[in-house]
């Protein structure tokens, strides 16, 4: 089944304690993205990748970092997370054409993190 | 910059009635817009795009979106709600002149179909 994958669903966690959340597909998309959710605000991108070893800067990048060395894996990490990062993350991707923006997202389930 | 407004929180309507949600832009090339539908604890869910060609386009689930150039809106319809319908709606814009893909969502419209 085509799908994106994200681990974990939930976490709940510190002030300042690293953590990296997992998001994986198995579409051979080269586009992936990340997003957070807040109430009122809609989906803001976060950080996207259109192919392996490249990465850009979204709408709310500070606070974050991606890697992408593999096609198939985008992790997203806070390496010193702090509450204003309590959100609801969403993992996608896409086929990505050359020249081509007009391509659909597939959006993994999503992960809530809670920041204390 | 780019952006899209979703005027309203959220829109009621009884089953069996013709249903809208309402979606402007803002874009400075060409407008690639797409409608998303996120149903509780779900992720989102493509349900239809307008690059280029007819200003109605047809959708999943029985929807439709009619984009309008001058008002710069792209409003989704459906001619008869369903209670299953109920769900969290995204309006979304890419530059279609841009090849860098951001997309950029609107903050979302609920629908709640009464029976």
């Known amino acids: 089944e085509a799908q994106v994958t994200q681990n974990p669903r939930y976490l709940i966690t510190v002030t300042g304690k690293k953590l990296t959340v997992t998001c994986s597909q198995n579409?051979?998309?080269?586009?992936m993205s990340w997003y957070r959710q807040d109430p009122g605000l809609g989906l803001r991108q976060i950080y996207y990748?259109?192919?392996?070893?490249?990465?850009d800067k979204g709408d709310v990048p500070e606070g974050y970092k991606v890697s992408r060395k593999e096609k198939r894996n985008f992790p997203l990490i806070l390496e010193s997370p702090s509450p204003n990062q309590t959100s609801l993350y969403f993992c996608?991707?896409?086929?990505?054409?050359?020249?081509?923006?007009?391509?659909?997202?597939?959006f993994g389930p999503g992960t809530r993190l809670t920041v204390t | 910059a780019q952006s899209v407004a979703q005027p309203e929180d959220q829109v009621n309507v009884a089953e069996g009635n013709p249903l809208t949600v309402k979606c402007t832009y803002s874009?400075?090339?060409?407008?690639?817009l797409f409608w998303y539908v996120q149903y509780p604890n779900r992720g989102l869910q493509f349900l239809l795009k307008?690059?280029?060609?007819?200003?109605l386009v047809k959708g999943s689930y029985g929807f439709e979106a009619e984009f309008n150039k001058s008002q710069t809106s792209f409003h989704l319809k459906k001619p008869s709600a369903l209670v299953s319908d109920s769900a969290l709606y995204f309006c979304?814009?890419?530059?279609?002149?841009?090849?860098?893909?951001?997309?950029?969502f609107g903050g979302g419209t609920r629908l709640m179909v009464k029976p």
């Open positions: 996608a991707s896409s086929v990505r054409l050359a020249g081509g923006p007009g391509n659909e997202q597939y």
């Open positions: 579409m051979n998309h080269e586009y």
């Open positions: 990748s259109m192919n392996v070893e490249v990465t």
């Open positions: 874009v400075s090339g060409n407008p690639y």
């Open positions: 307008y690059i280029t060609g007819d200003n």
């Open positions: 979304a814009v890419r530059d279609g002149d841009n090849a860098g893909n951001m997309l950029t």
